[in-house]
């Protein structure tokens, strides 16, 4: 317990205050995933819903096989 207080007091007494950026927009600074616009659409918005309709599709698919696989079975 002794060795853990003097731990936590020697991280104490070297602790020195760190600066960060300021969180204030830089003056000028533009969004660069479009033209003045806006943020608009990065990536391919079509191809996102085609993957999460296919993900979906694939649980029920290996949930719907698991079921009928592992079905206790009437003697």
Same mark, same amino acid.
């Given at each position: ?9 020697? +991280?104490?007494?070297?602790? #020195? *205050?760190?600066? %960060?950026?300021? !969180?204030? @927009?830089? !003056?000028?600074? %533009?969004? !660069? =995933?479009?033209?003045?616009?806006? !943020?608009? &659409?990065?990536?391919? @918005? &079509?191809?996102? $819903?085609? %993957?999460? *309709?296919?993900?979906? &599709?694939?649980? *029920? *698919?290996? #949930? $719907?096989? +698991?079921? =009928?696989?592992?079905? =206790? /079975? /009437?003697?």
């Amino acid at each position: 317990m002794g060795s853990v207080a003097v731990a936590l007091g020697t +991280w104490l007494i070297t602790a #020195t *205050v760190v600066i %960060a950026a300021s !969180p204030s @927009p830089a !003056p000028g600074a %533009a969004d !660069p =995933r479009s033209s003045g616009q806006g !943020p608009g &659409l990065v990536g391919d @918005p &079509l191809f996102a $819903l085609v %993957a999460v *309709v296919g993900i979906g &599709l694939l649980s *029920v *698919v290996a #949930t $719907l096989a +698991w079921v =009928r696989l592992t079905a =206790r /079975r /009437r003697a």
